[in-house]
């Protein structure tokens, strides 16, 4: 396609035009061009084809961020013989930013049959249809300016995840951060599916009990980036072990079991026995008849959420009870033979008495 071409096919016509103005006080002004003058003719063509003024170049779909191909206009002087001025070549029009004119180039004057050229590119900078415009003035008498519009789709850019696994913590780990990355320059959000396991801020973890939660890495895009897919990963918190002693413990043959009581270590996050779902509970094979000995203190029965046990049993020693003997006090006359001595005995336990001792104590005088 070209702009319009005089003469075209009439390189060497006989040029005669008379302009009859019929203005009144004005005389017909008669204009001749001598035998075989041809006029400056501007030729504008693209790949090798000519085009017309108002003619649209598009540059189809461009990803945001990057730039097509550049497109090289040719300018060609098709008339004469006197020369074709390029007095100018702007861009203008509601995107023209998102196009990129080069005319460093580009020569002012063509003579006959001479060319020069320019490119045009185009990188978008905001996603849909945007366009712009290229004049071209020159002392073409046919067309001038010579309009060619521009258009180009700006795409969006796809973008994605990678998010590495999470290795598995124990309940009371501290916080840590999270590393997913995109392919895009944005930063990237997180949620927790189970805030009463993990829950998130910024990038960072907080560990709140044992158990499971998906740990969800997005991003919702920009002017610039669609929406990524989003990537989940597994968080897997494990109980932390709490190691329950029952404390050893004595009494005396016969006596009451003092109070079994259970000492732990383990606890995290400053948590206590308080805490705990259902606490252990301690218990003895030793009864009130039981002879003197060590009898094992057993720990069991304890469960929680978030805190497995280990048990440590403890010991009750049983020792001797103590039987208090006393003389009993005795008198007699002068002269006469010692009454028979006798001793009462206090202390016994579970209904016992003096029978039951190995070795009965013996009396002195």
Not at 174 to 200: I, K, M, R
């Amino acid at each position: 396609m070209l702009t319009f071409n005089l003469f075209k096919h009439f390189k060497r016509l006989f040029l005669s035009v008379m302009l009859l103005l019929p203005v009144v006080g004005l005389r017909a002004k008669v204009v001749d061009h001598p035998v075989g003058a041809l006029i400056q003719t501007l030729e504008v063509s693209i790949a090798g084809s000519p085009i017309i003024s108002g003619s649209t170049q598009s540059f189809g779909n461009v990803d945001l961020l990057s730039t097509s191909s550049a497109i090289t206009i040719v300018l060609k002087n098709i008339g004469g013989p006197e020369g074709l001025t390029i007095n100018s070549v702007n861009l203008s029009g509601a995107h023209a930013a998102d196009f990129n004119l080069d005319t460093s180039g580009l020569l002012n004057l063509l003579g006959p049959t001479a060319s020069t050229s320019f490119t045009v590119s185009f990188s978008p900078t905001i996603s849909g249809t945007r366009t712009a415009l290229i004049e071209i003035d020159s002392d073409d008498p046919g067309v001038n300016p010579l309009v060619i519009n521009l258009e180009g789709e700006g795409i969006k850019l796809n973008q994605s995840i990678t998010f590495p696994a999470i290795l598995a913590k124990i309940y009371g780990d501290a916080s840590f951060p999270l590393g997913a990355t995109t392919t895009s320059p944005l930063s990237v959000s997180y949620s927790s599916d189970n805030t009463l396991v993990a829950t998130v801020s910024g990038n960072m973890v907080t560990i709140v009990g044992a158990g499971s939660a998906n740990i969800t890495a997005s991003q919702v895009g920009d002017a610039t980036f669609n929406t990524a897919a989003d990537e989940t990963q597994i968080l897997l918190v494990d109980k932390a072990t709490l190691t329950a002693t029952a404390n050893d413990q004595s009494r005396a043959y016969g006596a009451a079991d003092p109070s079994l009581t259970i000492n732990y270590a383990g606890f995290v996050n400053s948590e206590t026995s308080i805490v705990l779902d259902t606490p252990p509970t301690t218990s003895t094979g030793a009864v009130a008849t039981s002879v003197v000995g060590d009898y094992p203190i057993n720990i069991s029965g304890g469960s929680d959420d978030n805190y497995d046990f280990n048990y440590v049993p403890g010991t009750l020693t049983i020792t001797k009870g103590l039987v208090t003997v006393n003389a009993d006090s005795q008198s007699r006359v002068y002269g006469v033979a010692n009454p028979t001595l006798t001793m009462s005995y206090s202390g016994f336990a579970n209904g016992e008495n003096s029978s039951v001792i190995n070795s009965l104590p013996t009396l002195l005088r």
